[in-house]
């Protein structure tokens, strides 16, 4: 016969009250035990005090040992963060783990013993986890410190992966202590995953722009004040949030674009040039001569190298145009400065300019010939001169 949702909780509270008892009980009975023992043999008890303080005090002085040694180290090292695992010791492991030591050593009722041994599952499994959050954190602040950032933003981002990862380290250490404790922890693990799944469809584009934001703050494809490209839109970074990103455009409006949706596209950060390449194409006329073509790249190469701030890659005859004989240009403004780039390549312009018409060469624009035919079939020649002898031999 299958059992109710109702019955079923039911069982599952009454099965962890019965847990509970069996807890209190066994502790009830090893308090009796070691009571008992104490009064039989002060003894022992003494010599098993004694151990404890004196395992407990030696673990303290090696804690403020490394604690020492952390002070001196490089808060961006590795040393640094692994040497933090003895600052998050606390004294009661020290005095439990001493407990257990004293105990063994002076023959005490195994079942003070066991309730000790239990006592400091307890304990490391909480230890533990202080532990292992306290390298992650540090780890995560690690990266920050050594990028030398100390917007808060990006510290809001360290706080938001803090929270994250105690939630998820401290919600795994209760589960271990619950189920050392005999707790049932199966349909815990089954509810918590079920509550999981639905705040995360129902939070989910607010933790995609979170965690986008977050991997924008620490990956750093761009940073506040670099120029952007992105889909349409180009502009100057204002800001960088936990879930939006803005913009200044060219325009002057800003933008205001998610996170998630900013990493979708491809960017590119025009601030991290360290050369603008800049390839062009000039047109000459057809009636330009060989030699004085063959001289062109001569020119431009000249010209590029005597303009600061560029530098001249090559120039080459590249081919025939519909209207002009082709010359490309490749050279490489040294600077990621828009204005500046704009600055040499007004500068290379004029000396084109002034070199061309200095040496007769025609910059050359969109032309087209206009043929005529006489009355037999043949071809007008439109020079001049055929133009004017045509003239002479027609009647008036």
């Known amino acids: 016969m299958s059992q109710t949702p109702d019955s079923a909780a039911s069982e599952a509270l009454n099965a962890m009250e019965d847990n509970v008892q069996s807890v209190v009980e066994q502790g009830r009975t090893a308090f009796s035990v070691f009571m008992d023992w104490i009064s039989e043999d002060t003894q022992a008890v003494t010599l098993a005090l004694a151990i404890t303080l004196g395992v407990a005090v030696a673990a303290t002085l090696v804690k403020w040992g490394i604690s020492l040694l952390r002070q001196r180290a490089d808060k961006t090292s590795l040393a640094y963060v692994f040497l933090g695992t003895a600052d998050r010791m606390s004294a009661m492991t020290f005095l439990v783990i001493g407990a257990v030591i004293g105990l063994g050593a002076t023959g005490a009722p195994s079942t003070v013993i066991d309730a000790v041994w239990y006592v400091l599952g307890l304990i490391v499994i909480i230890q533990a986890a202080a532990v292992i959050r306290g390298i992650l954190v540090d780890m995560v602040q690690r990266r920050a410190l050594k990028r030398s950032d100390t917007r808060s933003a990006v510290w809001n981002g360290i706080a938001i992966i803090k929270w994250a990862i105690s939630t998820f380290i401290w919600s795994a250490a209760l589960l271990l202590v619950l189920d050392n404790a005999g707790v049932d922890i199966t349909a815990l693990i089954a509810g918590l995953g079920i509550g999981g799944i639905a705040i995360g469809l129902a939070a989910q584009g607010l933790f995609s722009d979170l965690f986008a934001g977050v991997s924008i703050l620490f990956d750093k494809p ?132 002034r070199k061309f018409a200095e040496e007769g060469v025609e910059f050359a624009y969109p032309t087209r010939t206009l043929m005529l035919a006489r009355d037999d079939g043949s071809v007008i020649d439109p020079s001049p001169t055929d133009a004017g002898d045509s003239q002479k031999g027609e009647p008036s």
């Open 222 to 353: 761009f940073k506040r004040d670099d120029f952007i490209e992105f889909g349409d839109y180009l502009g100057t970074v204002s800001k960088i949030g936990l879930k939006t990103t803005r913009i200044r455009s060219l325009s002057g409006e800003e933008v205001i674009i998610r996170n998630t949706n900013l990493l979708d596209e491809t960017i590119r950060n025009y601030q991290r040039l360290e050369e603008r390449r800049w390839r062009f194409r000039i047109g000459v006329t057809y009636q330009t001569p060989a030699d004085q073509l063959e001289q062109i790249p001569d020119w431009i190469e000249t010209i590029v190298d005597e303009t600061e701030q560029v530098r001249f890659e090559r120039a080459h005859f590249a081919g025939f145009g519909d209207s002009a004989l082709e010359i490309e240009v490749v050279c490489h403004a040294q600077s990621m400065e828009y204005m500046i780039y704009m600055d040499v390549r007004h500068k290379v312009n004029i000396a084109l300019v």
